[in-house]
Structure formats: structure tokens, C-alpha cells
């Protein structure tokens, strides 16, 4: 596929991959696992988040996927991506369209990523500027929660508690989401770009501020049993604000999460197609909607309280796999080949 | 082809939606609601507004859960009932000696419940709190919910809403105190008779009267709008009122961990409302004044702790105090310990202002 990316556009695309879907309801395995130390563990989490974009960074030319691990990921980001719609149809499901058959949500998300995946790249990967101002209502709504915000809630911190600290810092992978596409889109970046340095450490930041805000607010705005019993903690404190505007702010935000989530999924697509056809292919279109196909019914096998519940309780392990060890393991041995991304 | 998938797709778009579509128009618009009873033997009392009569219709039913009583309340209506607009739950103080979360599950986890809205404890049955609002010209619930916020900016209720109450709940590093009310003499008004101490989920059966409660209030450094104080000053033989107001609360605790010591030093700065003496800008009588409400004020910051530590009651949350900046002393079973705490509060008042009269 040809195109390329400026650097606006390829850190746009990884902070919706990155944030999109997950942003809701990470917090939740977060805090029960470490406790009141959750906003310390998610700090030291970010930074070593920080020194993998650093490694990916110094190493991306180095992620070369021959037809083995091309298979690996293409399977991988299907069943993401088909996880990613039950879970935002069961969101859907819980919240806002209790009535509306499953497979109509279904039907409609993955439609429109048919759609975007169907015309020029350019389409998804612009989509995401849309979700800007959007994405910075979200946060400006939060800050309406901060009278009801406990501030003892974030203490003690227990920092000998090695095994609180490991419990969080794996449940803080839900953060690191999709982040294997920085290798991905990388090389599409225009040549004479420079990456790191300044605009790395500035996305680092954006990413850390907008995730640890969400973090800090969940944990002073509930009580640590409670928050045991509340799956999208940021929807919760959305509805628990009243505004003159509006009966329910939760379905407002509902909506604007969910456009946010289908540009996320739209980018799953995208990488399914960058990747399988960066093979020449007979029949490139009939692929995507065949991708899209199965993307329009696996997800119908998952929507339910307790599936869900199973794959959030145990995806961050499959992350680990994907998006750390995976990654460095090519790296790594494409290193000692010297085998590059052409 | 695409042409004809786009029109096939955007016809799904409009699709959704109607499965879900809910009018008021179809739906008794439930503001206020009232529980009695106990788990398997509830009565629900659901106050709508029959806008064609300009009162508010009240549906009564029974059954086994708070969710059961709806369902049965249904059946008596000719529209379903929509609690999407309620504004005030009512309990009575019967119910709440039961964990209070049994009869608030359903306004949690249904979403379409709000959760921004008032609780209230009432002395005795519900039925007649709700039945005084049948000749309302307003909605039943907002007639509560304004009582309340007027209540709390007289800081005698705590400003406490379904949301704050079910995070206290699930703590037992903190405990509520609920606004109590009770019937006025001619049964046609609620009174604010103060608020009703839980331990845990459950009442304790205490209530602190609208003077403690706005003493309790002081001690959490929770002041509303008003905060007024009223005292007798005996002056060479004879008794003149005093009212003074809280402008500012500085709160410090000073805890020691050996000896399960808290010192709890507050400086309370004050503007006389009321003093038909006058003379305040005299030193003698502005410092008798300063000295009678400071003294006042101890001697009640040292009943209500009596009252709140014999309830094992920790409104003020002392024990979310103490493990967020003592962890050691925080222990699992808080309520025993925070009974077995030594309160120590010193107050010091200021007067620093006096209207516009000296």
C-alpha cells in the first residue's frame, strides 16, 4: 500500500488506537489490583510504556514480518478487533440500547468500517481529527466531578508491596492497547521526519496526562469496594453529574465514546489491510470484506455478562504476548539476521 | 452496487433507536418514591403527577423486593410508571435497620435511574410524607428535593446525594447521617427534625437534632451557606439573644498513634447576626461575647462526639483520616476502634464581623 504519514497524523492514529474503547473501563482491573496505590503503579507503568516507544523507536526497521508472524498478527488483530466490537455492543447493550438487537449494532459498526476500509487510507487515518474536540469534552465533563472527589482516597501508598505493584502494572496494560502499530506505521512516516526526542517524550505526555486523569478521578470518586462493582468507572461518574442541559450526560458521552471506538476499529481494519497487502494480492477488496465479514460475527459469540467478563479478566496477557514480547523477540532476531523492513 | 449498500446501511442507521424509544407521553413520570417494610414484605408508594387534575396521584403496592413493588405498582396503572424523573426517595426509619443498600440496588444498576438525586429517612410510615404532596400544584419529588436543598444551605443536612451515599456505603471508613423529617403538628408540612445516624449500612436508631446536626456539620468543616448559632448572654441580670454565623472553619488533627489520640484543634471565625445589646466595638463585651459562644460551641462538639462514638457512627470520617495518612493504625474492625478512639476537640471562635452595626 502507498501512502505516507506526517507526524501529526501517525501519532493521531496511535492515541485513538491507543485510547479508544479501553479509555471507559481500564481503571476498574487497575485499582482493584493495586489498590490505593493505582495512580503510583500507573505512573511507573507509563514510564516503562515510554521506554518501549523509546525501543520500538530505535528498533522499528528492525520489525520485519515474514508469512508466519504476518498470519500471527492477522488473526490477532481480527479476534482484537471482534472482542473490541462485543464489548462496545455489550456497553451499548447495558447502557443506551437494552431493546435494539445485538447484530444491528454489529451490523452498523462494522459497516462503516467497511465503508473507510473500502476508500483511500487517507480517510481513516484524517477520520481522527474529527474526534479532537470531542475527546477534549469528555475531559472538560469530568472536571465536573471534582467536588465530589475524595482526595484521601489516593493514600496509603504502599511502596513495598512488590506484588500489589506487579498485579497493577499488568492490569496497566489495558493502556499499552494496540501499541505493536507504532512498528506497523512507522516506515510510513515521511522520510525526512524526525520522531524521537521532543515529539515522542510530547506524546508520552499527552497520553499519560489524559489516561492518569482518569485514573486519579476513579480512585478519589469511589470507594475501593465500590469500585469493584463498576465496570466503565468514567460513564459512572459522567452520569452521577447533573447539568442543566441534559437528563443524562452518560448517553451523551455513550455516543461520543462509541464514535470514538468505531475510528479505533476502522484503524484495526486499516492495519489488516496495510499488513495482508503488503503482499500483492489478486483480490485486495473481496479480503477486507471478508475480514469484515467475520468481524460482522464473531463478535456475536461474545456479547455476553459472562464471556465479557472472562476476556476482560484475562486479555492483558495476550497483550503482553503481542504487544511487548512478540515485537522484541523480531526485533530481536531480524537484529541478529540484519534483516530490515524494505 | 456500493450505492445500493449505503442506502441498506444508512436505513440500519435509522432503524436504531426504535427498539429503545421511550415517550413521556406513554409514562406516569414517577418524582417521588417511598419504601416501607423489609426484605420479602415491602410497600412502595409512587407519586406521579396527573396533569389534567393538577395534583399528583400516589400508587401503593407490595411486594417482596423494591424491584418486585414497581412490577406490582404497574399493574394499578394505566400508564407504566418512569422513574427516569425522580428526584427524592423517602424511607422509613423501620426499613433502614435493614442494610441500606438492599432497597438502593435497583436505582444503581439500572441505568436509566438517576442517581443525582435525595434520600431521606422519615419518622415512621411513609405513606402519609407522600400523601401530603397529593394537592401539590408541582412535581411530589421536587417539593422534597427543594426542602432538602434548603435545609442543607441552613447546614442541618449534610449535602448528600443517592451517588455520595452509595460510596459511603460501600466504606467502612466513613459512615452517613441521613436527613430525618417528620410530620408538622396540623400533618400538612415535613419538618426537618435533623438526621439519622447509620453504622455500616444499617440506623442506628439515634438522631441528632437539627442543633447537633449543624454542630456535626461544623466538625466535618462542612458549613453551607448559613450556619447559625443562637445563645442566651446573661448581662447584670438580664438575658439578651445572640446569633452568630460561620464564615470560616480552619480544621487540624493532630493524631498520636500510641496513646489512639485525636487532637482536633478548630478556629471558627464568626459574624454576629444578631446582638440588640450592641456596643460589640467595647473590648469587654466583645470579648464575653467571643468567650460565651466558643465555650458554647466545646461544650457541643463534645456532646455530638459522645453520640457519634457511642453509635460507632464515623459521619466525619476519621477512619478515612487515618488510614489514608496513619496506615498503621487503622485497623480492619474501624467501627470498634474508632469507638475506642480518645476525641480530644478544642474550638476557638472569632468574631470577624458584626453587620453593619458595631
Request: glycine share 4%; with cysteine.
Amino acid at each position: 500500500m502507498n501512502f505516507s504519514l506526517s507526524k501529526a497524523q501517525f501519532f493521531l492514529l496511535l492515541f485513538i488506537i491507543q485510547t479508544g474503547v479501553v479509555y471507559i473501563a481500564f481503571q476498574t482491573p487497575l485499582i482493584i489490583y493495586s489498590q490505593h496505590s493505582a495512580w503510583y503503579v500507573f505512573f511507573l507503568a507509563s514510564i516503562f510504556h515510554y521506554g518501549l516507544l523509546l525501543f520500538f523507536e530505535r528498533y522499528y526497521q528492525f520489525f520485519f514480518l515474514n508469512g508466519f508472524f504476518r498470519w500471527v498478527y492477522l488473526i490477532y488483530w481480527l479476534l482484537i478487533t471482534a472482542v473490541l466490537i462485543a464489548y462496545m455492543g455489550y456497553v451499548l447493550a447495558s447502557w443506551v440500547l437494552p431493546r435494539t438487537p445485538e447484530w444491528i449494532v454489529v451490523m452498523m459498526i462494522v459497516g462503516l468500517s467497511l465503508y473507510a476500509n473500502l476508500v483511500r487510507p487517507e480517510t481513516i487515518i484524517n477520520i481522527g481529527v474529527m474526534l479532537i474536540p470531542i475527546i477534549f469534552l469528555f475531559v472538560i465533563f469530568l472536571m465536573l466531578a471534582i467536588p465530589d472527589l475524595t482526595w484521601s482516597n489516593l493514600f496509603p501508598v504502599e511502596w513495598n508491596n512488590t506484588r500489589q505493584i506487579m498485579a497493577g502494572m499488568i492490569h496497566s496494560m489495558y493502556a499499552f492497547f494496540g501499541i505493536e502499530m507504532y512498528l506497523l506505521y512507522r516506515p510510513f512516516l515521511k522520510q525526512d521526519l524526525q520522531v524521537k526526542g521532543k515529539p515522542l517524550l510530547i506524546y508520552q505526555l499527552v497520553i499519560f496526562i489524559f489516561y492518569f486523569i482518569s485514573v486519579v478521578f476513579t480512585q478519589m470518586f469511589f470507594a475501593l469496594e465500590e469500585v469493584q462493582l463498576i465496570p466503565e468507572p468514567i460513564m459512572y461518574i459522567l452520569k452521577s453529574q447533573e447539568v442543566n442541559f441534559v437528563k443524562r450526560l452518560d448517553i451523551f458521552f455513550i455516543y461520543i465514546w462509541l464514535s470514538w471506538s468505531i475510528v479505533t476499529v476502522m484503524i484495526y481494519g486499516l492495519s489488516f489491510r496495510v499488513l495482508y497487502l503488503s503482499k500483492k494480492r489478486k483480490h485486495p477488496k473481496r479480503s477486507i470484506v471478508f475480514f469484515h465479514l467475520l468481524l460482522a460475527i464473531l463478535p456475536l459469540f461474545v456479547m455476553q455478562f459472562q464471556r465479557i467478563e472472562f476476556i476482560k479478566n484475562s486479555i492483558h496477557y495476550v497483550l503482553i504476548v503481542f504487544t511487548i514480547l512478540l515485537p522484541m523477540m523480531i526485533i530481536c532476531w531480524n537484529k541478529w539476521r540484519g534483516k530490515r523492513v524494505s | 452496487m456500493y450505492r445500493k449498500g449505503i442506502m441498506l446501511l444508512l436505513s440500519m442507521l435509522l432503524l436504531a433507536g426504535c427498539w429503545d424509544e421511550r415517550l413521556y407521553k406513554n409514562a406516569s413520570v414517577v418524582t417521588l418514591v417511598g419504601v416501607d417494610g423489609y426484605i420479602g414484605a415491602y410497600k412502595g408508594y409512587y407519586a406521579y403527577p396527573n396533569t389534567a387534575a393538577q395534583q399528583n396521584e400516589v400508587i401503593e403496592a407490595d411486594g417482596i423486593s423494591p424491584r418486585d413493588v414497581r412490577n406490582q405498582a404497574n399493574l394499578k396503572v394505566e400508564q407504566t410508571l418512569d422513574l427516569s424523573e425522580l428526584s427524592t426517595i423517602l424511607v422509613s426509619d423501620q426499613t433502614v435497620r435493614e442494610p441500606l443498600y438492599d432497597i438502593l440496588d435497583i436505582y444503581f444498576r439500572d441505568p436509566q435511574n438517576p442517581i443525582s438525586i435525595k434520600i431521606a429517612v422519615t419518622e415512621g410510615d411513609v405513606k402519609p410524607f407522600i400523601e401530603l404532596t397529593k394537592d401539590l400544584a408541582g412535581g411530589a419529588g421536587g417539593y422534597y428535593e427543594r426542602f432538602m436543598e434548603s435545609t442543607e444551605e441552613n447546614t442541618i443536612f449534610p449535602k448528600l446525594d443517592l451517588q455520595t451515599v452509595g460510596s459511603m456505603l460501600f466504606e467502612q471508613t466513613i459512615d452517613i447521617a441521613l436527613p430525618y423529617i417528620q410530620l408538622s403538628e396540623d400533618k400538612k408540612h415535613a419538618v426537618a427534625a435533623g438526621v439519622a445516624l447509620f453504622s455500616g449500612q444499617t440506623f442506628t436508631g439515634t438522631i441528632l437534632t437539627p442543633k447537633q446536626s449543624l454542630t456535626m456539620l461544623l466538625l466535618m468543616n462542612q458549613p453551607s451557606k448559613q450556619a447559625r448559632m443562637s445563645y442566651m448572654w446573661k448581662h447584670d441580670g438580664k438575658s439578651m439573644p445572640i446569633t452568630a454565623d460561620v464564615i470560616h472553619i480552619k480544621r487540624q488533627w493532630t493524631v498520636n498513634e500510641e496513646l489512639k489520640r485525636i487532637d482536633m484543634d478548630y478556629l471558627i471565625e464568626v459574624e454576629i447576626e444578631e446582638f440588640a445589646h450592641d456596643h460589640l466595638y467595647k473590648d469587654p463585651v466583645f470579648k464575653e461575647v467571643q468567650q460565651l459562644i466558643q465555650d458554647h460551641v466545646q461544650g457541643e462538639f463534645e456532646e455530638v462526639l459522645r453520640i457519634l462514638q457511642g453509635q460507632q457512627s464515623d459521619t466525619l470520617g476519621i477512619g478515612r483520616y487515618i488510614r489514608a495518612y496513619h496506615p498503621k493504625m487503622f485497623q480492619k474492625d474501624w467501627p470498634a476502634i474508632y469507638a475506642s478512639l480518645q476525641l480530644v476537640p478544642s474550638v476557638q471562635v472569632k468574631i470577624i464581623r458584626t453587620g453593619v452595626l458595631r
